[in-house]
């Protein structure tokens, strides 16, 4: 198993995408020239071709640009796949469409890479197609994004336009759910970045494109945990012999696992597993195989065998992203087929939720979806699917519409969750939530009204309310938030001033980052959606301790305004005292307590705050500590007085009430 899983790392799959016109053919071209991974009749061709039209240079992008509407009109309208190879790892490309109205193409590409570049022309800037791609690019799953600016020879190499791009990206890249966005500047036509160092761009400090390419760190994309196995075929060679045939979308099976049937969900064990040339003790995710089951059951195509304890939701209706792909508009109610697996059903969009903007990642109310929009959407249909969520399995999470009367392909789609198609869609989510089905980490309840579950739950208040906690304990209670990048120094004053409190006999608490990031939100990564639930849920812990009487002491780096600004709301701006824990970057970086910059520096980790994410400093904080100009002992004194004084002044009146 472990050579299996060793080969599907060793194949890199990945998508060039971006706006028309940003090289995207041409950055290809030069990947396989440059490598040398171009046979001599194709080079003197696009030679022959490149001098009959008039060109003064060898016009890479014709190795990609294979159809003659493409070479005409200079744009790529479909998908090529091009495959190349370095002593280090296989690659297979797919430079899809620029145009908006090949978005769909785009789609098709995406659906199977695991790395997304994203070309950006350096003389327009990030345009509203490398907005879209690149959302498309995360909705799908994308785990990397290499953000190339490209044509950096046209703005003379200058650093401040390729600064400029990535400030603006980031920007937009903080509203996407993302953990790994790479930036590198680049000429595709020069070759500048490509696979050797550029030298007109010395101040460039990080990797090649190739380089990066063939050292990014790339995790089995099967899901090897939910054994799945939609049947394709019923094989009956012999009356003695009945074999079940399809590709496992997931998981892994060896002779002898328990199996449940669906939708029978009658059970039985695995009697033998066959491939085409021989017979195996186990298979994995992209193995197709054919696999007997040691009792009698009546299996047919559509149905599926998954683990006993370990099944997919069975649902009629489920909530889903679509991307539109047709001319004629959304209709709901209207009757499409949906194929998923290997069935085909009988299906309609229930419900359009809403509309997402690329531009600005807003949703926007809207009736209909045009061609290459892209919404979110209640399905329902026919009988039930057996379906999983896209983030967790991408094979039985993802689903397309058909047009039943032209029999085109009008629609790809993401499924999010299962939901009740008889209740209301609140209702659905409450009982989902109380089934434990939905977790905060995986955004499921982000559009829950709040005042829908409210209505459903009941505040249960305490007895000894805060104010008579505070006289019991002579203080008053607050929440201390310090905040600042990794290595200023947020841990060792939060430590030092826990202990001072402490020893003046008051009842303290230190809440930090680090430690419920093992416990409570050890589920959570470090995209900015789930940095932004890793502190709500701490603001409500702090709340709860706030409630209890006692000094909070929170050490969250929590590096975005929006974020920390939540965590005031939640606990309440009168018992709120924001700290900033202030160094220089450099100081930051030299002290790398936890060692996260030496690893950012050598690429194992991306996104670190300090680093290679962004830190948003605080507007107005209650007190900067800067820990680089001074010692401990003495920014200990100064944030002390400063509590001391917070604590004589802060009212409780509003911990009398919850």
């Known amino acids: 198993m472990s050579n299996k899983i060793s080969?599907?790392?060793?194949?890199?799959?990945?998508?060039?995408?971006?706006?028309?016109?940003?090289?995207?053919?041409?950055?290809?071209?030069?990947?396989?020239?440059?490598?040398?991974?171009?046979?001599?009749?194709?080079?003197?061709?696009i030679e022959n071709v490149s001098r009959n039209s008039g060109e003064d240079e060898l016009n890479l992008a014709l190795l990609t640009d294979g159809l003659k509407a493409e070479r005409e009109q200079k744009i790529t309208i479909d998908v090529a796949y091009r495959y190349f190879a370095t002593p280090k790892r296989k690659f297979i490309i797919a430079d899809t469409p620029g145009h908006i109205q090949y978005t769909r193409n785009m789609v098709t590409g995406a659906s199977t890479a695991e790395l997304a570049i994203i070309l950006i022309d350096a003389t327009r800037g990030v345009l509203t197609q490398s907005k879209r791609h690149s959302f498309i690019a995360t909705l799908l799953q994308i785990p990397h994004l290499v953000v190339a600016v490209n044509k950096m020879d046209l703005v003379d190499y200058d650093m401040q336009v390729f600064n400029n791009i990535v400030s603006d990206f980031r920007e937009f890249g903080a509203k996407m759910d993302v953990d790994d966005i790479t930036f590198i500047p680049i000429s595709a036509l020069k070759g500048d970045n490509i696979v050797l160092k550029s030298k007109n761009m010395p101040w460039y400090n990080g990797s090649t494109l190739l380089y990066h390419l063939e050292n990014v760190h790339v995790d089995a994309v099967s899901n090897l945990i939910d054994f799945r196995m939609p049947v394709q075929y019923v094989i009956r060679p012999k009356h003695n012999f009945r074999?079940?045939?399809?590709?496992?979308?997931?998981?892994?099976?060896?002779?002898?696992?328990?199996?449940?049937?669906?939708?029978?969900?009658?059970?039985?064990?695995?009697?033998?597993?066959?491939?085409?040339?021989?017979?195996?003790?186990?298979?994995?995710?992209?193995?197709?195989?054919?696999?007997?089951?040691?009792?009698?059951?009546?299996?047919?195509?559509?149905?599926m065998i998954c683990r006993v304890n370990n099944i997919p939701y069975i649902s009629n209706c489920f909530d889903a992203y679509i991307c539109w792909m047709s001319?004629?508009?959304?209709?709901?109610?209207?009757?499409?087929?949906?194929?998923?697996?290997?069935?085909?059903?009988?299906?309609?969009?229930?419900?359009?939720?809403?509309?997402?903007?690329?531009?600005?990642?807003?949703?926007?109310?809207?009736?209909?979806?045009?061609?290459?929009?892209?919404?979110?959407?209640?399905?329902?249909?026919?009988?039930?699917?057996?379906?999983?969520?896209?983030?967790?399995?991408?094979?039985?999470g993802i689903f397309i519409l058909v047009d039943p009367d032209s029999n085109a392909t009008i629609a790809a789609g993401m499924v999010r969750k299962a939901v009740q198609a008889?209740?209301?869609?609140?209702?659905?989510?409450?009982?989902?939530?109380?089934?434990?089905?939905?977790?905060?980490?995986?955004?499921?309840?982000?559009?829950?009204?709040c005042t829908t579950l409210v209505d459903n739950i009941t505040w249960s208040s305490s007895l000894v309310n805060r104010k008579i906690r505070e006289q019991r304990?002579?203080?008053?209670?607050?929440?201390?938030?310090?905040?600042?990048?990794?290595?200023?120094?947020?841990?060792?004053?939060?430590?030092?001033?826990?202990?001072?409190?402490?020893?003046?006999?008051?009842?303290?608490?230190?809440?930090?980052?680090d430690n419920l990031r093992h416990g409570l939100n050890a589920g959570l990564g470090f995209s900015p959606l789930h940095r932004k639930e890793n502190i709500r849920r701490a603001a409500h812990l702090a709340k709860a301790f706030l409630d209890n009487g006692m000094i909070v002491i929170c050490a969250f780096v929590s590096p975005y305004i929006d974020d920390?600004?939540?965590?005031?709301?939640?606990?309440?701006?009168?018992?709120?005292?924001?700290?900033?824990?202030?160094?220089?970057?450099?100081?930051?970086?030299?002290?790398?307590?936890?060692?996260?910059?030496?690893k950012a520096k050598k690429g194992i980790i991306k996104g670190l705050t300090g680093y290679d994410a962004p830190y948003q400093k605080p507007v107005k904080p209650s007190i900067t500590i800067d820990t680089g100009k001074k010692p401990v002992d003495e920014n200990l004194a100064l944030l002390y007085e400063h509590v001391v004084s917070e604590l004589m002044t802060t009212s409780s009146d509003e911990g009398e009430s919850n």
Request: proline fraction near 3%; charge should be negative; glycine fraction near 8%.
């Open 327 to 396: 001319a004629e508009q959304l209709i709901t109610g209207k009757q499409y087929i949906l194929m998923h697996t290997t069935r085909s059903i009988k299906a309609i969009v229930r419900k359009l939720k809403f509309q997402i903007d690329v531009d600005t990642m807003q949703r926007k109310n809207a009736d209909t979806l045009q061609v290459n929009e892209i919404g979110r959407v209640i399905v329902e249909t026919a009988n039930p699917l057996f379906i999983d969520n896209y983030r967790r399995n991408i094979n039985t």
């Open 243 to 303: 074999g079940y045939a399809g590709r496992i979308s997931s998981g892994i099976i060896r002779k002898g696992d328990a199996v449940k049937i669906l939708p029978s969900g009658l059970k039985s064990r695995i009697k033998q597993i066959s491939k085409p040339d021989k017979v195996v003790n186990e298979a994995v995710a992209g193995d197709s195989v054919t696999v007997q089951v040691e009792d009698d059951i009546d299996i047919s195509r559509g149905d």
């Open 564 to 598: 920390r600004e939540m965590a005031k709301k939640i606990i309440g701006k009168e018992s709120f005292l924001e700290v900033y824990i202030h160094c220089e970057p450099e100081l930051a970086h030299k002290r790398d307590p936890k060692g996260l910059y030496d």
């Open 422 to 449: 008889d209740v209301s869609e609140a209702e659905s989510k409450i009982a989902e939530i109380a089934a434990g089905n939905i977790i905060p980490h995986d955004n499921e309840i982000e559009d829950v009204p």
């Open 473 to 513: 304990y002579g203080h008053k209670s607050i929440v201390i938030w310090l905040t600042g990048v990794s290595g200023a120094g947020k841990s060792t004053i939060a430590k030092s001033l826990e202990k001072k409190l402490w020893d003046d006999g008051k009842n303290v608490v230190l809440v930090d980052g």
């Open 7 to 45: 080969q599907k790392i060793d194949m890199l799959r990945l998508i060039t995408a971006g706006s028309v016109d940003d090289g995207k053919s041409t950055l290809i071209g030069r990947l396989l020239f440059d490598s040398k991974s171009i046979f001599e009749d194709q080079l003197e061709d």
